[in-house]
C-alpha cells in the first residue's frame, strides 16, 4: 500500500484501508501526524525524506528462499510450485494457506494474518510470525541458526525495548480432532 501511496495510485477507499491496515503507524514513523492530509503532499513529503524507500520498495523480493525456508509476506497458494507462485498471492493469501495441511516445498515462514493468541505458531509446513505488532505492540523475530529454526524473539506489549526469547519447539502448533480426547483433562 505504501508503494500504491508513492506511486501515485492511491484512491480514497485504498488509503482508508491502509489507514485501518497499519498506515498510520507507518506514516507515523515517518513523522507524519496529520493523516487528514491530501495523498499527494504526504507522498512528496516523504519521498523528499526518504528518496530510497522508492526504489526499496520497486525492487523487493516477494520471497526469500534459504535452506529449508521460504520466507515470504503472507503464504503460498497450495498446489503450486514456489517458481509459480503469484506475487498477489504472496503479498495477502489467507485462508486457502493458512488451512492446508500440505508439505510444501519448503517451510513457509509468514506473516500478514495476525495470530489469534498473539504468539508465534510452528505448524509442520509454516511458522506464522505475525503478532500484531502494529496494534498490540508485540513484534517478532524467527532465528535461523545452522539451517533451523531454533528460537523466537518477542518484544512485550508496552515495553518494546524489553525482549523475551523462547525455543521455537515452545509453539509448536498440534492439532488435534475434535473427537480426539487423549489429551483430555
Given amino acids: 500500500m505504501l508503494l500504491r501511496l508513492f506511486e501515485g495510485e492511491m484512491t480514497k477507499a485504498h488509503y482508508a484501508w491502509w489507514m485501518y491496515n497499519g498506515g498510520i503507524k507507518t506514516l507515523e514513523s515517518y513523522a507524519i501526524h496529520d493523516i487528514l492530509a491530501a495523498y499527494e503532499d504526504i507522498r512528496w513529503e516523504i519521498l523528499e525524506g526518504h528518496p530510497g524507500h522508492l526504489h526499496l520498495l520497486r525492487h523487493a523480493q516477494s520471497h526469500y528462499v534459504e535452506g529449508k525456508y521460504c520466507f515470504v509476506h503472507a503464504g503460498i497458494r497450495p498446489g503450486i510450485s514456489l517458481v509459480d507462485q503469484r506475487v498477489e498471492d504472496m503479498m495477502s493469501i489467507g485462508d486457502v494457506f493458512l488451512e492446508s495441511a500440505e508439505q510444501f516445498e519448503k517451510i513457509i515462514v509468514h506473516g500478514h494474518t495476525r495470530t489469534w493468541h498473539l504468539y508465534p505458531e510452528v505448524h509442520d509446513n509454516r511458522i506464522a510470525l505475525d503478532t500484531a505488532a502494529f496494534n498490540f505492540g508485540r513484534l517478532t523475530a524467527l532465528v535461523v541458526e545452522q ?16 525482549i523475551d526469547e523462547y525455543p521455537a519447539e515452545k509453539f509448536a502448533v498440534v492439532l488435534r480432532s475434535p473427537m480426539d480426547t487423549s489429551n483430555a483433562a
Fill in 147 to 162: 539451517g533451523e529454526a531454533t528460537r523466537f524473539l518477542l518484544t512485550k506489549p508496552g515495553y518494546p525495548m524489553q
